[in-house]
């Protein structure tokens, strides 16, 4: 229900439509055609800034991926500034190949934000993923 309101907020300053809203370490991140991202900014980032002051979060906005062959961008455009050495996509799931600590701040204390990325990855790709 929390989600329907973030997404009726973003509609209602962006006039974007989209159904994606996602949560990944404390950010929340609305997912749009790659064509509509500057419309979803705002001129000087405006608009993210007024969700940010209204929900007292982080916002971004990220592309939508096309398939599983736009999963290493979407992937690093939602653990920015975090950065992984590869990524290797099989038929199994997607597997990020990172130092020790990159891999530590991908899997995140309690491993919380593994388990959103696993979440994030499976909704989008129906894949499995994993982290070395």
Same mark, same amino acid.
């Given at each position: 229900?929390?989600?329907?309101?973030?997404?009726?907020?973003?509609?209602?300053?962006?006039?974007?439509?989209?159904?994606?809203?996602?949560?990944?370490?404390?950010?929340?991140?609305?997912?749009?055609?790659?064509?509509?991202?500057?419309?979803?900014?705002?001129?000087?980032?405006?608009?993210?800034? &007024?969700?940010?002051? #209204?929900?007292?979060?982080?916002? $971004?906005?990220?592309?939508?991926?096309?398939? =599983?062959? !736009?999963?290493?961008?979407?992937?690093?455009?939602?653990?920015?500034?975090?950065?992984?050495?590869?990524?290797?996509?099989?038929?199994?799931?997607?597997?990020?190949?990172?130092?020790?600590?990159? &891999?530590?701040?991908? #899997?995140?204390?309690?491993?919380? $934000?593994?388990?959103?990325?696993?979440?994030? =990855?499976? !909704?989008?790709?129906?894949?499995?993923?994993?982290?070395?």
């Amino acid at each position: 229900m929390q989600d329907m309101r973030y997404l009726n907020l973003f509609e209602r300053i962006t006039r974007i439509t989209t159904r994606y809203c996602v949560k990944y370490n404390d950010t929340l991140m609305f997912c749009v055609p790659k064509l509509m991202i500057s419309k979803a900014l705002g001129k000087n980032n405006e608009n993210l800034k &007024k969700m940010s002051d #209204i929900l007292k979060k982080r916002i $971004r906005v990220v592309a939508i991926p096309n398939g =599983v062959e !736009d999963a290493k961008v979407f992937i690093q455009s939602i653990i920015s500034p975090v950065t992984f050495k590869e990524i290797e996509i099989t038929d199994e799931g997607i597997i990020v190949t990172a130092g020790a600590q990159n &891999k530590a701040a991908l #899997i995140g204390r309690n491993k919380r $934000r593994l388990l959103e990325m696993q979440k994030i =990855v499976k !909704d989008f790709f129906n894949l499995e993923y994993k982290v070395q």
